[in-house]
């Protein structure tokens, strides 16, 4: 919000500008302490207002006289009100109103869902009305029943229709109210009328059963059995002839949906005849999920944080000094002419000849004389470079989609694209994107925003000191603009130890982190592995959920669980998206080698669907640093400058990347195009003032947690000793008891924990007794049935 504001201050016309009425939370509880309080005040005010108003009629208006006193509790207010409301006004109902001003109060005190309250106030003032009328039927003059709208609507009412149309509009009223708020239809009357009969029948059954026994002690002496009633009496759904059969119908009706009526035969000697009435089954309109809506609204998951407020743009600085992009004419001219020179030396013709400035550098395309061999203009990059006297000359031939041939030119004075100008862009601010990444400028002074849950995986490359870093905070400050703490967690590895630090602060609004570790960005290289190998487990636990929730991506497992359709106690929870960012790459492929590569090639090949991404920037872009199963997965790519036509060609399959300039000068491509970018910058005290802004806020506990991988010498042995049990052991044995499926995937899901320890904690619980033996790929029987019982076997064992 407050970050949509600032955007949008600068720029009043940008048609996103929205008005929005929400109060915080502070504002909440004053309105609803006000309206509690307002409403208490009407009810005493009227209550008082019964007993005094005679006294205080001729008081009444003369608000302006201080020393005046009336005998109202709230003397010239209750005096005052209670004349308006009740007198002039509906007469008694009008405590209906007072009732619910005091009840919206504890609505917004309590900030409960408004929409019930809609309603309670839509009926309570029809009902209002109609009482009020009502009263005026039953009283000849106004009174402090009806009020004069009361008295009046009804003299009305008798004008017009009569006293017997006044009846049968009143009726009518009351049917409408009847079955549109209380839901009555004949069926509910019918059976509310046959239960009534049967309390009756049950309530006189002690006589019955006294008689009965009568009869059947009288019977017994003849060997038959006659009813002393007489046998109309008989064929109806009654349980008169004995005792049994009446608690026996009666608890058929609860349990099932038969109810049952003896038939008793006419004929004496012949067979009573049971006969089963099905009672009709309920039916329910609306499903569990569409009314936890109703009753709650959608799920929120911003609602933990929910005074949370988005860095402001004033954090960031503007870096431009002496404003935006200024053309140099002098410049473009003396370019233009050399180019052109430079051409007709090698006897290349120029039909036209355009130019387009950029930041750091100007495009001129030229459309070639016809006949001209492009190879032949691609040939002279160097005698152009050469007679430009300029470094960083990149020869594009022909422009994808264009017809033209593009020389890109640094210019002279490169002008710092600032983060501030970009996030403040109506690109980036209405960017509908899931992840929003504001990079840069384009060539034509464009912001390019792209969205990073749709490359799926970034790899970034550049020799040192060509603005790589900078590239990876303007990515993590681009989503900490748009992003809410609920939505996006980063995973930071920063093996250099210095680049990401300043992170640490918004440790537990942001970052995600193994448990029991304390520094939640990783400098060391086996907590890297596990990190890696912890977010393939955290993979998988996502696609069983998603397996579970029956959908494709976690964009609709998120839809899905907003829509209350997906029931937390079955381990669902709202999923953020995992952002892993991987600060020198080469610097952990020399180190771990395959141990980081495995798990990062199978996240970058699985993880796209689940909500996790990848940015990795390397300094050297080697065939053995970024090998080929990495490529492959990493269609996203971003050059800035490097050293040699190898690396280029390694990074973005062709040369490009050695002609940049630096400082931020950088090639995208997310596959066929190349885009030249110069990237946004954003300073070190920048980063700490939107962190500290962050960080000084009310946050998670901890961290997001990840779960536990335990390494390959934890082992897996079964563990029998009650000392050595796992600490989540209990926990783990109550989940399992009370879903009463023995699956270690659910205690992961649950427990939050890894595959291993999961799997060992089975394996002690099967130690215990407490669930069965594996049984392939069916979970395994629990063999304690309740929680009871649990405690109950715990506690023995602690005692032997
Ligand atoms: N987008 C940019 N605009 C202007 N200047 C930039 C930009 N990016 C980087 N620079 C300049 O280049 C310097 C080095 O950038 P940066 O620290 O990002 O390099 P690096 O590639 O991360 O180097 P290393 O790999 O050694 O950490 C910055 O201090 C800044 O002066």
């Given at each position: 919000m407050a970050k949509k504001k600032s955007a949008t201050s600068?720029?009043?016309?940008?048609?996103?500008?929205?008005?929005?009425?929400?109060?915080?939370?502070?504002?909440?509880?004053?309105?609803?302490?006000?309206?509690?309080?307002?409403?208490?005040?009407?009810v005493f005010s009227f209550i008082s207002y019964f007993f005094t108003w005679q006294a205080d009629h001729s008081l009444v208006g003369d608000i302006t006289d201080r020393e005046l006193v009336t005998k109202n509790w709230l003397n010239k207010f209750g005096t005052n009100v209670g004349h308006f409301f009740i007198y002039n006004g509906f007469g008694i109902s009008s405590f209906i109103p007072a009732v619910l001003i005091t009840l919206t109060g504890i609505y917004y005190f309590f900030d409960y869902p408004k929409k019930q309250l809609l309603k309670f106030?839509?009926?309570?003032?029809?009902?209002?009305?109609?009482?009020?009328?009502?009263?005026?039927?039953?009283?000849?003059?106004?009174?402090?029943?009806?009020?004069?709208?009361?008295?009046?609507?009804?003299?009305?009412?008798?004008?017009?229709?009569?006293?017997?149309?006044?009846?049968?509009?009143?009726?009518?009223?009351?049917?409408?109210?009847?079955?549109?708020?209380?839901?009555?239809?004949?069926?509910?009357?019918?059976?509310?009328?046959?239960?009534?009969?049967?309390?009756?029948?049950?309530d006189f059954s002690s006589e019955g059963v006294a008689n009965a026994s009568e009869d059947i002690a009288i019977d017994s002496e003849t060997g038959t059995s006659i009813s002393s009633k007489k046998p109309s009496e008989e064929i109806k759904p009654t349980t008169e002839a004995t005792a049994k059969p009446l608690d026996l119908s009666e608890k058929k009706v609860e349990n099932n949906p038969l109810e049952k009526i003896v038939l008793k035969s006419e004929i004496e000697g012949d067979l009573d005849m049971e006969v089963e009435q099905a009672v009709e089954e309920e039916t329910v309109s609306e499903n569990l999920s569409d009314k936890l809506v109703k009753d709650y609204g959608e799920f929120d998951p911003r609602l933990e944080l929910s005074n949370y407020k988005f860095p402001t743009i004033e954090l960031l600085r503007d870096h431009t000094s002496g404003g935006g992009i200024t053309i140099n004419q002098e410049e473009l001219e003396e370019n233009k002419n050399r180019i052109v020179d430079t051409l007709s030396n090698y006897k290349i013709g120029i039909a036209s000849i355009k130019a387009t400035v950029g930041p750091t550098v100007t495009l001129y395309e030229i459309v070639p004389e016809a006949g001209i061999r492009i190879s032949k203009i691609k040939n002279l990059e160097d005698d152009i470079a050469l007679s430009l006297s300029a470094l960083g000359i990149r020869i594009i031939a022909p422009i994808p989609g264009r017809g033209t041939i593009g020389i890109e030119v640094p210019n002279k004075n490169p002008k710092t694209v600032s983060m501030r100008s970009v996030i403040a862009s109506p690109k980036f601010q209405n960017a509908e994107m899931e992840l929003p990444l504001a990079l840069g400028k384009t060539i034509s002074n464009e912001t390019f925003v792209v969205d990073l849950a749709k490359m799926p995986h970034l790899l970034m490359a550049g020799a040192t000191g060509q603005g790589k870093?900078?590239?990876?905070?303007?990515?993590?400050?681009?989503?900490?603009?748009?992003?809410?703490?609920?939505?996006?967690?980063?995973?930071l590895v920063d093996p250099?130890?210095?680049?990401?630090?300043?992170?640490?602060?918004?440790?537990?609004?942001?970052?995600?982190?193994?448990?029991?570790?304390?520094?939640?960005?990783?400098?060391?290289?086996?907590?890297?592995?596990?990190?890696?190998?912890?977010?393939?487990?955290?993979?998988?636990?996502?696609?069983?959920?998603?397996?579970?929730?029956?959908?494709?991506?976690?964009?609709?497992?998120?839809?899905?669980?907003?829509?209350?359709?997906?029931?937390?106690?079955?381990?669902?929870?709202?999923?953020?998206?995992?952002?892993?960012?991987?600060?020198?790459?080469?610097d952990l492929i020399m180190t771990a080698g395959k141990e980081v590569e495995t798990p990062i090639a199978r996240l970058a090949q699985l993880a796209r669907a689940i909500g996790i991404h990848l940015i990795i920037a390397t300094q050297r872009p080697s065939v053995n640093v970024i090998t080929g199963i990495i490529k492959a997965n990493f269609p996203a790519r971003i050059a800035f400058r490097v050293t040699s036509k190898i690396d280029s060609r390694t990074i973005l399959d062709g040369s490009g990347a050695d002609q940049l300039i630096g400082r931020g000068d950088m090639l995208y491509t997310q596959g066929n195009d190349l885009i030249r970018l110069q990237c946004a910058f954003v300073d070190t005290p920048e980063v700490a003032d939107i962190t500290e802004y962050i960080?000084?806020?009310?946050?998670?506990?901890?961290?997001?947690?990840?779960?536990?991988?335990?390494?390959?010498?934890g082992g897996t042995n079964l563990d029998i000793n009650i000392d050595e049990r796992d600490n989540k052991f209990r926990e783990a044995a109550e989940v399992l008891v009370i879903a009463q499926q023995g699956s270690a995937s659910l205690l992961q899901r649950k427990l939050k924990l890894g595959y291993n320890r999961a799997g060992r904690i089975i394996d002690q619980l099967e130690a215990a007794g407490i669930v069965g033996q594996f049984e392939g790929s069916k979970a395994r029987q629990v063999l304690v049935p309740t929680i009871e019982a649990l405690n109950q076997l715990l506690d023995n064992e602690n005692n032997t």
């Open positions: 600068k720029k009043p016309k940008t048609p996103s500008k929205k008005v929005s009425f929400t109060l915080s939370k502070q504002q909440k509880i004053l309105l609803g302490s006000f309206l509690f309080l307002l409403g208490l005040a009407l106030w839509f009926w309570g003032i029809l009902v209002m009305l109609w009482i009020s009328v009502l009263f005026g039927f039953f009283t000849s003059k106004n009174s402090l029943l009806s009020g004069i709208f009361g008295y009046e609507i009804n003299d009305l009412m008798q004008d017009y229709l009569g006293l017997l149309g006044a009846i049968l509009v009143m009726t009518f009223l009351l049917i409408a109210y009847a079955v549109m708020r209380l839901k009555v239809t004949p069926e509910k009357i019918a059976t509310a009328l046959k239960r009534t009969k049967k309390d009756i029948a049950s870093s900078v590239g990876l905070n303007a990515i993590l400050t681009s989503l900490i603009y748009k992003r809410h703490p609920a939505e996006v967690k980063f995973v250099k130890k210095v680049e990401l630090t300043l992170f640490n602060k918004i440790e537990r609004h942001f970052l995600a982190k193994l448990p029991d570790t304390e520094e939640a960005i990783i400098t060391d290289t086996t907590k890297v592995v596990h990190t890696l190998n912890s977010l393939c487990i955290e993979m998988d636990n996502r696609y069983d959920l998603l397996k579970d929730a029956m959908v494709r991506n976690i964009k609709e497992y998120n839809t899905k669980f907003k829509a209350r359709k997906l029931n937390p106690n079955e381990g669902h929870h709202f999923l953020p998206y995992i952002v892993l960012v991987v600060d020198e790459f080469a960080g000084s806020q009310k946050a998670y506990p901890e961290a997001h947690q990840l779960p536990e991988y335990v390494g390959e010498e």
